[in-house]
């Protein structure tokens, strides 16, 4: 039968004391292992460098040019759009010339002669017809004969009666002379930089005997203005019209008319006049 025995050992005090050698010391062995420097080391403290000190460096320090410049030559190949985008961009560009494009907010007057005749009986003066052209207003007035010394102008404005120009007509002689009425002509001139959101009024004046006689569309004026603006307006009518309310186009909310016809509008705006 195997057994496991521990017995004890003991040992005198001088068995425990060291011994120096007295023979010459032996060079210690180097390891035979040799380690590569790793990349990645170098690279964190190479980042740990960056970090510790910023520096800003252009490209001409370092011998390369500021700029940089690229040149595109004209396609020799035409480009192939399909044909529902060229119908659409030609859509657009439609559109954008008939908005840049002014037009009258006025049917011409003589276009109903007996209404015209009416309102020159009436006012002594009336426009009888109007075209605008590239950058010019031009047109006719009749006038009854009362003198023989008499004057008419027309009086514009550009900026909703901040300010105005009179513009002296000129007398025309009729192909078929008549001792009831005559007829002046005149050309206005247009701004260049009217804006989109800006129209044009005017009014005809009759001065003869010291009296003044004016024709301005029954108190309306006559106006020129963007026809994508006048588009917007015809559309805003057709909708009120629906519910029977009659709303003048350029702000004067005239509402009674259409609910409460036996009320006063408010604040009186359809019985406003015009300028003069």
């Given at each position: ?16 004391v ?34 510790a ?35 659409m961009?030609?859509s ?35 426009l ?15 006038v ?85 603006m ?6 805003a009518c057709?909708?009120?019209?629906d ?15 259409g ?18």
């Amino acid at each position: 039968m195997l057994m496991d025995m521990a017995l004890p050992l003991f040992l005198s005090k001088e068995d425990f004391v060291y011994r120096a050698a007295t023979g010459p010391c032996k060079p210690p062995l180097s390891s035979c292992l040799r380690f590569q420097r790793s990349h990645c080391v170098d690279q964190i403290r190479a980042e740990d460098a960056r970090k510790a000190k910023k520096q800003v460096t252009f490209a001409d320090h370092k011998g390369l040019s500021l700029t940089r410049v690229k040149v595109f030559s004209q396609f020799n190949d035409p480009i192939d759009i399909p044909l529902n985008i060229q119908e659409m961009l030609r859509s657009a560009l439609s559109v954008t010339a008939e908005e840049d494009k002014l037009v009258l907010d006025f049917t011409q007057p003589s276009s109903d002669y007996l209404h015209f005749r009416q309102s020159l009986e009436r006012n002594h003066v009336s426009l009888e017809r109007c075209v605008l052209k590239e950058k010019a207003l031009s047109g006719t007035v009749k006038v009854k004969n009362l003198t023989f010394e008499k004057s008419v102008k027309l009086r514009v404005t550009f900026d909703s009666w901040k300010s105005h120009t009179d513009v002296a007509c000129v007398y025309m002689k009729d192909a078929y002379l008549s001792s009831y009425s005559d007829t002046f002509s005149f050309q206005v001139s247009l701004p260049d930089n009217l804006r989109p959101y800006e129209h044009i009024e005017f009014a005809v004046c009759y001065e003869v005997g010291g009296c003044e006689y004016w024709d301005s569309n029954q108190g309306k004026n006559y106006r020129i203005l963007w026809s994508s603006m006048r588009r917007r307006h015809q559309e805003a009518c057709s909708r009120r019209r629906d519910f029977g309310i009659n709303f003048d186009p350029y702000g004067n909310p005239t509402c009674s008319h259409g609910i409460f016809p036996d009320w006063s509008s408010y604040a009186g705006y359809e019985n406003l006049s015009p300028y003069y």
